[in-house]
């Protein structure tokens, strides 16, 4: 009996100091997420077009409070956060035009750029409106750009982040492919036009990732998370073309922002 006993005070005094250990780990997480410094650039990706509840303060780059940067900031209250996504936005707008919250006391910075420069928005528009060899052709033109020029552009991007935030974890995040294939769709591109966009979204992720690991930033990639959640999938995290609001053709729901980019920004932040 007095052994019994014995091993339960043992017990009780292991349980009690494990879950001392946990909760400090727990409170020093959450300390050091609220001491983070964190800033939002990028595109309408990152600014959250299409998901809807902008901030009207905002006005076209359409920022929106369901975007994955402002959930990321509700559910961890870093010590502070900037949010300067565009809509619409290229390289030379970031450059130019986003970076003025960043110093050398940022921890944090997330990013999507560089579907805009390489003619996302045109691409699309050949597509719903043009022949398939028009399609074709012109993603052909935008995956020339990615090899040519975009490189650059993102390097000028890159290199402007690390001398404003030199001490800061860059988690640049790429694009989702916009198609499933062989899916619900009975109408609208062909099978190789949607075919070729996904390709595309590959072939732009690549060298986006590619560029950002040469600057020793983290590339996180949605293409799994948005897999079974692509246009044609019966449970599109996407919108397909909006004749009523064309701008958020094309880009991430509120599903999108939530289930696709958060947590994925979230596991590499």
């Known amino acids: 009996m007095k052994l019994s006993r014995i091993a339960a005070f043992s017990s009780s005094l292991l349980l009690g100091a494990v879950l001392a250990l946990t909760g400090a780990g727990q409170a020093q997480a959450s300390d050091s997420a609220a001491a983070l410094d964190y800033v939002a650039l990028g595109d309408s990706y990152s600014s959250g077009l299409g998901a809807g509840g902008y901030d009207s ?27 300067t996504a565009c809509s619409g936005a290229r390289t030379g707008d970031v450059t130019a035009g986003q970076l003025a919250p960043l110093s050398s006391a940022t921890d944090l910075v997330s990013i999507t750029i560089g579907g805009n420069d390489a003619g996302f928005s045109d691409v699309m528009t050949t597509c719903v409106l043009q022949s398939e060899s028009s399609c074709i052709s012109r993603i052909n033109q935008a995956r020339s750009y990615v090899d040519s020029t975009l490189p650059g552009k993102l390097d000028s991007v890159y290199s402007a982040i690390s001398t404003k935030a030199p001490s800061a974890r860059v988690v640049v995040i790429g694009y989702p492919r916009f198609y499933k294939l062989g899916g ?9 036009e949607r075919a070729a966009i996904n390709g595309a979204a590959d072939y732009l992720n690549t060298a986006i990732a590619k560029r950002a690991a040469n600057h020793g930033y983290d590339f996180a990639d949605v293409v799994p998370a948005f897999t079974g959640h692509e246009i044609c999938s019966g449970s599109a995290w ?12 094309y880009h991430p729901t509120a599903s999108g922002q939530s289930g696709g980019y958060l947590p994925v920004f979230t596991a590499h932040a």
């Open 57 to 83: 303060a905002s006005g076209n780059c359409k920022r929106s409070t369901k975007a994955y940067p402002r959930l990321w900031a509700a559910a961890h209250s870093p010590s502070s956060f900037a949010f």
């Open 184 to 192: 619900s769709c009975i109408a609208g591109l062909s099978e190789n």
């Open 238 to 249: 996407l919108h397909s073309l909006n004749l009523l609001n064309i701008g958020e053709s």
